[in-house]
C-alpha cells in the first residue's frame, strides 16, 4: 500500500536534517577512529538491562531493548578492548518531551586506564569538532543566542558547588532523592550559564549509579554530566569495577523501583562476572539527537527526529 | 477525585491548596538519572495571576469542583455585574475586576457561561462575538472601504475600539470578545 502523499511531504522537508544528521555521524566516526578508538556493535536486544531506579526498559518478546550499551561494552574492555565508540539506538519507556523521546541514539566511548576526567577532555575535543564540522566554528547561535564550544569556555562545578550556591544545601552532607531532583531542574538547571558548556561533576555517593566513589571522599562519585543551555547532554564515570558493589547497587535500585510500583529487573550475571576482570576506566553516553538539535538551530528534538510519533 | 501527573497537559483545570489553577503550559523534565516530572506553568482561576510549579510524577493533584451554567447577563450594579439562570432564576454576582475587558461586551440577556468553583461564581465566558452599536466616531469617509486603516470609535459601555474609516455612528458592527477586536460591519433591523 503507498504511504498518504502528506507522509512524503512531510519527510521531503526533513530532507536537511537527514543530511546534518549523516554529517554529524560521519565527524563522530573520524573523531574516534583518529584517536585509534575501535567502533563496536551490541545488541540492541538484551536479556537484562542494568537495573536503575528511574529508567524503564522498553519490553521484547521475553527480552528489552537495551536502555544503554554500556554493559556490553564493559565485557568488552573486560576482554582486553582499550578505546571503544558505539553510536546506535537505544529505547526509554515513557520518556516524551520538548528533550526526550522514547526512542534515541546515544553515543558511548570508552577508555580503559583511564577515568572520568580523561572523558572530560575527549568530550571537549569533541564538541568543538563536531562544531567546526558542522557549523565551520566553535561558535554560532542556537535559536538567536551565541553559543560556544571552545574547549577554553568549559566550565566546571560541583554539584555540592552548585546545589550550596542556588538551592542553599549540600546534597552531599544529607542526601535527600525527592529534594535534589527538584532543586536540580527548578534552581540549579536554569541557574546555570546558557552559552557555553557546563560541568556538574562529582555526585552524591546515592547517585554514583555504575560510577566508583573518590578514593578519597566516599560521600561523592566520579561522575559529571554536561549541559549546555539548560539541556543535559551526557552523563559520565570513572567506572565502577566491583562486581560485590555493582551488584549491592543494582539490589538497591530494584529494591526503589518495586518502592515505586514498578517491575524489579533480572541481573545481568555475565555482566557481573566479567567487572573483575575489568581494567580502571572511563566512560560516558551522550544524547546524538540533543547534540543534533543545537546543531541544526532546533528548539526540540521534534527539528531532529523525522519519524517522532507523536 | 485526584489526577496523577501522567494527565497534566494545557488546559487542564487543578486545584492546589484550596484554589483553582488552569494549567497554561507544561513540559516533561528527566534529569539524568533522576525521576520524571512536568515543569508547568498555571493561572490562578480566581485571581488571574500565574506561577511556576514542578510535579514529580508520582504527586496526586486534586481535582477541582467546577462547574459550568448558561446564564444571561441581567444588570450592572456599581462595580458588580449579575447574571440570571433564565429557568430557576438563581442569581450570581461577578466583580468588575474578574470580568476584565469583557465587561464591555456585555448586553443585556447575552447568554454567557459562568463557571462555579464550590458552587461559587468565579469567572464568566462570554460567545466569542457579540454585535454592538457605535455610539462615537469621526464621520466616515463614503466610499472609502479600506480594512487596514482604523480610526478610535465608542461603543455604548465607553470602550474604544479601531474600526474602519467607512464606519459610522449608529453602524453596529461585530466584535471578537476574546480579543476585543472590529470584526466587521453588520446590518441591523
Request: net charge negative.
Amino acid at each position: 500500500m503507498r504511504p498518504p502523499p502528506a507522509d512524503s511531504d512531510a519527510l521531503r522537508a526533513q530532507r536537511r536534517v537527514l543530511e546534518l544528521r549523516a554529517k554529524l555521524n560521519d565527524a563522530i566516526r573520524r573523531f574516534f577512529r583518529e584517536r585509534g578508538f575501535l567502533e563496536v556493535d551490541t545488541p540492541v536486544v538484551l536479556p537484562a538491562n542494568a537495573p536503575e531506579t528511574n529508567i524503564d526498559a522498553v519490553p521484547a518478546g521475553a527480552c528489552w531493548f537495551r536502555t544503554s550499551p554500556e554493559l556490553a561494552m564493559k565485557r568488552l574492555l573486560a576482554s582486553g578492548c582499550d578505546k571503544i565508540f558505539q553510536l546506535g539506538p537505544v529505547a526509554r519507556a515513557g520518556e516524551h518531551g520538548r528533550w526526550h523521546h522514547p526512542e534515541f541514539t546515544l553515543l558511548e566511548w570508552y577508555r580503559a586506564d583511564a577515568g572520568y576526567l580523561e572523558i572530560l577532555a575527549d568530550a571537549k575535543a569533541l564538541l568543538a569538532f563536531v562544531a567546526k564540522e558542522i557549523r565551520g566554528a566553535t561558535d554560532f547561535t542556537w535559536q538567536g543566542k551565541p553559543v560556544s564550544f571552545a574547549q577554553e569556555l568549559w566550565d566546571k562545578f560541583t554539584v555540592s558547588q552548585a546545589f550550596i550556591q542556588h538551592a542553599g544545601w549540600d546534597p552531599a552532607q544529607k542526601f535527600d532523592p525527592d529534594r535534589f531532583d527538584l532543586d536540580l531542574v527548578t534552581r540549579v538547571e536554569p541557574a546555570l550559564p546558557a552559552d557555553h558548556p557546563v560541568v556538574l561533576i562529582d555526585y552524591p555517593a546515592p547517585l554514583a549509579a555504575l560510577a566508583r566513589r573518590k578514593p578519597d571522599d566516599p560521600a561523592r562519585a566520579e561522575r559529571w554530566e554536561l549541559y549546555l543551555g539548560g539541556v543535559e547532554l551526557a552523563n559520565a564515570y570513572s567506572e565502577l569495577t566491583d562486581p560485590a558493589e555493582q551488584r549491592a547497587r543494582f539490589i538497591e535500585a530494584n529494591a526503589a523501583r518495586e518502592k515505586r510500583g514498578e517491575k524489579p529487573y533480572p541481573l545481568d550475571e555475565t555482566f557481573l562476572a566479567a567487572l573483575a576482570q575489568m581494567p580502571p576506566s572511563g566512560g560516558i553516553a551522550l544524547g546524538v539527537d540533543r547534540l543534533l538539535m543545537i546543531l541544526a538551530d532546533a528548539d526540540s528534538l521534534d527539528g531532529v527526529l523525522p519519524f517522532r510519533n507523536g | 477525585m485526584a489526577y496523577t501527573a501522567a494527565d497534566l497537559r494545557k488546559g487542564l483545570k487543578i486545584e492546589l491548596e484550596g484554589i483553582p489553577y488552569e494549567v497554561t503550559d507544561f513540559e516533561f523534565v528527566k534529569p539524568g538519572k533522576g525521576q520524571a516530572m512536568y515543569k508547568c506553568r498555571i493561572k490562578n482561576m480566581l485571581v488571574g495571576s500565574t506561577m511556576d510549579k514542578t510535579f514529580r510524577a508520582v504527586d496526586k493533584i486534586d481535582q477541582p469542583n467546577i462547574e459550568s451554567k448558561t446564564m444571561a447577563f441581567s444588570y450592572k450594579e456599581g462595580d458588580k455585574y449579575v447574571f440570571m439562570d433564565n429557568k430557576t432564576y438563581e442569581q450570581v454576582e461577578l466583580h468588575e475586576g474578574v470580568l476584565g475587558d469583557q465587561r464591555f461586551f456585555l448586553l443585556e440577556d447575552l447568554e454567557c457561561e459562568v463557571l462555579f468553583f464550590n458552587h461559587r461564581a468565579m469567572s464568566v465566558t462570554l460567545p466569542s462575538f457579540v454585535i454592538k452599536e457605535i455610539k462615537e466616531t469621526e464621520p466616515g469617509a463614503r466610499g472609502n472601504t479600506a480594512t487596514n486603516v482604523l480610526k478610535p470609535a465608542k461603543i455604548d459601555t465607553g470602550y474604544e475600539i479601531g474600526v474602519p474609516i467607512f464606519i459610522n455612528q449608529g453602524d453596529f458592527i461585530r466584535i471578537d470578545t476574546r480579543t476585543g477586536k472590529y470584526v466587521e460591519r453588520v446590518k441591523q433591523g
